[in-house]
């Protein structure tokens, strides 16, 4: 039943990252859908065997920010929003759980970050599909069916230190060995597919992510660095006349937009939500009531500031400290899975400054991964530590 339970939890993590693609009337996204089955199967699971892996403090944080964004529904301004809302981050808090419980190994993590890059793969054939066929997803920018066209370079740029390390990970799997090619092709695909959605904020996010690649080619030998520095530029010269110029042109407007203090019009929405936290700032206006009570109709395109709005400075006190829990999880960690999962942090942090991300399932999926690989480094150092006194 364990086994099953982890096998649709990494089936879970594929369709996450194409999850707006396929929506079922009555159940929502395709995730949800699959992360409902997880959660019965898990269920079972605990219910057969009677064991469960203990929470951490990390989990508790999680539990406390649910309970007060649905407390919030006592005060809330739209209270069925709140309401909905709420039942999203029980879901998502009812996954962090479980990924807890089940991703116990390096090899299984290493299978989930492995599953969310083939599931980008799918988003990136929809959004290339797309562009063929010339069906925009905003105007002269191309995204895969039902997506924002933002959220998926989020998506796109969250894959790239994804794929990278797992291709430079040591392993003698033949199966692994595969796989690092379609990891190491990822990183000039994803490049041409945010370029097809010609999000601003995905290229300052990314970023990071390609720093970090090029941070790591020292951990290759000489041979297999030039020859991958090589394939790499050689792939994006190949592809970039497939990226149509009106991309790049808008793309070319960040710094400006930036000088301008304009971000798509985002500025004007941020000092609502600023003026929004100073008339309620203990308690806000509610879990998910930003597009009725601030700006109708419209997100606060920044997660920040709207869990702030919100659910007011004791929300914004909880997000903050699980952010913080996690940067420390991700810190104390070998040093070349602490600057993997920092990265990851950083990429996310300034995508999700321009994006209401805070409950997005990759969010939480990413944020309980950090955990997950904070707590294998602890055991491989107590089993170090065990092995050198019996020595």
């Known amino acids: 039943m364990r086994t099953l339970a982890f096998w649709l939890s990494l089936i879970l993590i594929f369709v996450t990252a194409w999850e707006d693609m396929v929506f079922f009337e009555g ?34 944080m999680v539990y406390l920010f649910v309970l007060w964004n649905t407390v919030s529904a006592f005060w809330s301004f739209d209270v069925e929003e709140t309401l909905q809302r709420s039942k999203t981050y029980f879901q998502l808090a009812g996954l962090v759980w479980i990924l807890w419980d089940l991703y116990t190994s390096p090899t299984a993590l290493k299978a989930g970050l492995q599953a969310y890059v083939l599931g980008v793969y799918v988003s990136i054939g929809s959004t290339v599909v797309n562009y063929v066929m010339g069906q925009e997803a905003n105007y002269l920018r191309y995204a895969a069916t039902g997506f924002n066209a933002n959220d998926l ?16 990970s040591e392993s003698n799997s033949k199966v692994t ?24 904020g995905a290229l300052l996010a990314a970023l990071p992510a390609f720093l970090f690649v090029l941070g790591s080619l ?23 006349p497939l990226v149509p110029q009106s991309s790049f042109q808008r793309l070319g407007t960040t710094g400006a937009s930036i000088a301008d203090g304009d ?5 004007d929405i941020w000092r609502e939500s600023i003026a929004s936290f100073t008339e309620h700032p203990l308690l806000g ?32 006190a909880l997000f903050v400290i699980i952010l913080a829990m996690t940067v420390y999880q991700a810190m104390h960690q070998p040093k070349w899975d602490a600057r993997f999962w920092l990265i990851i942090l950083l990429v996310w942090t300034i995508g999700a400054s321009s994006l209401t991300w805070e409950h997005r399932k990759a969010t939480w999926l990413f944020l309980s991964l950090v955990v997950v690989g904070a707590s294998l480094s602890v055991r491989r150092d107590e089993a170090r530590c065990a092995q050198s006194l019996h020595m």
């Open 177 to 200: 060995h595969m796989l690092s090619l379609v990891n190491y092709a990822y990183i000039p695909i994803a490049i041409l597919a945010i370029s097809l959605t010609a999000s601003r």
């Open 218 to 240: 020292p951990r290759l030998n000489f041979f297999l660095r030039v020859l991958i520095f090589a394939a790499l530029i050689s792939a994006l010269f190949a592809l970039q």
């Open 285 to 316: 206006i509610g879990s998910g009531a930003f597009r009725t009570a601030v700006v109708p109709g419209n997100v606060a395109h920044n997660s920040f500031l709207s869990v702030l709005a919100e659910v007011g400075m004791v929300g914004f």
């Open 153 to 168: 370079g989020l998506m796109l740029a969250l894959g790239i230190p994804v794929a990278w390390h797992l291709a430079v």
């Open 27 to 60: 159940l929502g996204t395709v995730s949800r859908a699959m992360g409902l089955l997880l959660a019965a199967f898990w269920i079972v699971k605990v219910i057969v065997t009677g064991r469960f892996r203990k929470p951490r403090p990390f989990h508790v």
């Open 263 to 267: 971000l798509g019009d985002r500025v």
